[in-house]
């Protein structure tokens, strides 16, 4: 069964630092990736998903992730935090290939952002 | 271009209640899913409704249920509400069966608290 493990709950950085995020997922088939940020009181907003046809995936807002099968990871980064950037990150998977709309989502992870 | 919108943001309901929640998909969506997110949790997967079915569901109980109207809108229905069900529902849309090129698009949510 497709699961998604996020590790670390809560992550802090300083405003210009480099923001990782860390995502693991189980999967019996190829699967398809993605990640989502909630702002307070909003829904999810898509930051990038992963096609298959590069393992290197770039989204908004100066975010990316790099698929690795071998590792079973797909973990966001972003070179330089802004206090923008302070919001909660959840990486899902697509449970049916071919049908997006059953996503297993990770537990998420609370991004904090310093001055 | 209209985002996917849902009604009414807030509501509270008392146990053993039933509520009535509603979602309109983005423009040019075909397919509606629902999702519970309870509170520091990531979202859960309700149920799918695409040409007016349920097309997937998720481990909920029968007491959730849902409907999909011909203009794609849909409704999602809880039935003797229980505190449990305390959570914020988010409705998401894309179009079915085109994988991972129709990522979801989520709404804001309603916020549902019983007492």
């Known amino acids: 069964a497709q699961s998604v493990t996020q590790l670390g709950s809560h992550v802090s950085v300083s405003e210009g630092a480099l923001v990782l995020l860390r995502c693991n997922y189980s999967?019996?088939?190829?699967?398809?990736l993605f990640w989502y940020v909630q702002y307070p009181n909003q829904g999810l907003q898509l930051l990038l998903k992963y096609t298959s046809a590069a393992t290197l995936v770039k989204g908004i807002n100066g975010f990316e992730a790099e698929f690795k099968k071998s590792e079973t990871s797909f973990h966001l980064t972003k070179p330089s935090a802004h206090m923008r950037d302070a919001a909660e990150y959840f990486c899902a998977v697509s449970v049916v290939a071919g049908n997006t709309g059953k996503l297993i989502f990770g537990q998420g992870t609370t991004l904090q952002v310093k001055p | 271009d209209a985002g996917v919108t849902q009604s009414p943001t807030h509501l509270i309901k008392t146990r053993g209640q039933q509520v009535t929640l509603r979602c309109s998909p983005k423009?040019?969506?075909?397919?509606v899913s629902w999702y519970q997110q309870a509170l520091g949790q990531g979202p859960q997967f309700i149920f799918q409704y695409y040409e007016e079915e349920e097309r997937q569901r998720g481990n909920f109980p029968d007491r959730f249920s849902g409907h999909q109207f011909p203009n794609y809108s849909s409704e999602l229905n809880v039935n003797a509400l229980l505190l449990g069900d305390s959570a914020l529902y988010l409705c998401a849309s894309n179009n079915y069966g085109t994988g991972v090129s129709s990522p979801l698009h989520f709404g804001n949510g309603t916020r549902l608290t019983v007492t």
């Open positions: 999967s019996s088939v190829p699967p398809y």
């Open positions: 423009s040019g969506h075909d397919t």
